[in-house]
């Protein structure tokens, strides 16, 4: 598979500090390589896993690929200078299989190692662009990855009543960017919550505290 020519330098000097999560959303692996290495579309990613764990290096690490767009994670822009993408062969409805999954745990460890990023530098795009993004998408197995170390999950302590005002605060302090209150829930909800609809509850809240918690580094990583 060739390397993908739709890459640049880093900006200002900036080192991976997190690793951007997507899924392709085409109907294979080859065709999302062909998108990912045409350079009339202007994108690319680091890395491509194909459904059966064959990882396909595409731009190097050390190079600025162009994979997330716009968005923000901790109020910090720029997320392609700042980030590792990785692309997972997938449609965004099936599940992701076992020999990709493995596969992207192996890559993870050690893309995490070499730039020390820490678990909840492990994010999902929709997680960075809410409402304009929802890759890696509801079927993506982050529980999985956290009990590896791999990223992070909540693991709720006790709440108060849902406060709309308190959550918003809280998903901040997690990374998400500033956005409509409706859009934040929803890509909250994506990752955390898949299956949940309505208004914002007493689970949402005690998820976010608990993942808060976690990001300032009070309470031990999943």
Same mark, same amino acid.
């Given at each position: ?122 994010? /999902? ?91 300032? /580094? ?5």
């Amino acid at each position: 598979m060739p390397l993908s020519p739709n890459f640049g330098e880093r900006r200002g000097g900036l080192l991976p500090e997190f690793i951007v999560l997507h899924y392709t959303a085409m109907a294979s692996c080859q065709a999302a390589a062909d998108r990912l290495c045409d350079p009339a579309f202007e994108v690319s990613a680091h890395y491509l896993i194909d459904y059966d764990g064959t990882v396909h290096p595409l731009v190097a690490e050390e190079a600025r690929a162009w994979h997330a767009g716009a968005g923000q994670w901790h109020g910090l822009d720029d997320m392609n200078s700042r980030s590792i993408g990785i692309e997972l062969a997938n449609d965004g409805l099936e599940p992701f299989p076992e020999p990709q999954m493995a596969a992207l745990e192996t890559l993870l460890a050690g893309i995490m190692a070499r730039w020390s990023i820490p678990p909840q530098g492990v994010i /999902g795009h929709s997680d960075m662009a809410p409402g304009r993004k929802a890759d890696p998408g509801a079927r993506f197995d982050w529980q999985r990855l956290a009990r590896g170390g791999l990223s992070i999950w909540p693991t709720p302590d006790a709440a108060e009543a849902p406060d709309a005002a308190s959550f918003y605060d809280l998903a901040q302090a997690i990374g998400y960017p500033d956005v409509a209150p409706d859009v934040l829930l929803q890509a909250f909800r994506l990752r955390f919550r898949p299956m949940a609809q309505g208004p914002l509850d007493l689970t949402d809240l005690k998820l976010a505290q608990a993942l808060a918690k976690r990001v300032d /580094g009070s309470a031990d990583q999943a």
